[in-house]
């Protein structure tokens, strides 16, 4: 599929719509790996003068491994025609399975950064900052709900580039 940079001010569709009903992955490499997980919580904004993606990938995740050795990720969004292979890719380790073999979804290097060639529209993100979850924070005890302990570390990555295959 063929590409081309875009400002993120011009994706026209809602970041809700994009990350919480139609998911996204996130893809990060490191050490000669590549692996991809699904995500439906998060955001984009603007932050520290800097257009911004929050992440949110709980320590046992195998892209979190990655995430900690590697500055960059990316975000690819498809507008929800893939959710079949999304949920695969949400429920299963790479540390198990080929996400990639089982789902067809291919790689490209994009700067320096892998992204699903697939995808609609890719961010590639560098990593500003991190901080894990404290339940001291929740204010609404609902929250707690979502969780056995195993609180996400959320990140926030810079968005650098936005390639649009539209």
């Known amino acids: 599929m063929s590409f081309r940079e875009i400002n993120i001010r011009d994706i026209k569709q809602s970041a809700v719509k994009l990350i919480s009903d139609d998911w996204a992955l996130v893809t990060a490499a490191a050490d000669g790996v590549t692996n991809t997980m699904t995500v439906s919580w998060g955001g984009m904004g603007e932050l520290w003068g800097k257009d911004v993606v929050f992440i949110f990938i709980r320590p046992q995740r195998y892209t979190y491994e990655l995430l900690e050795k590697t500055d960059t990720f990316s975000m690819s969004f498809f507008g929800g025609e893939y959710k079949k292979e999304l949920g695969f890719c949400g429920k299963n380790s790479g540390r198990n399975v080929d996400k990639f073999a089982e789902t067809g979804f291919t790689v490209s290097d994009f ?56």
């Open 111 to 166: 700067d320096g950064t892998s992204a699903i060639d697939q995808a609609k529209i890719n961010l590639i993100c560098k990593k500003i900052a991190f901080q894990d979850m404290n339940p001291k924070g929740f204010l609404d005890e609902s929250i707690e709900k979502n969780y056995n302990g195993d609180y996400h570390r959320i990140y926030i990555g810079e968005i650098v580039k936005v390639y649009s295959a539209e």
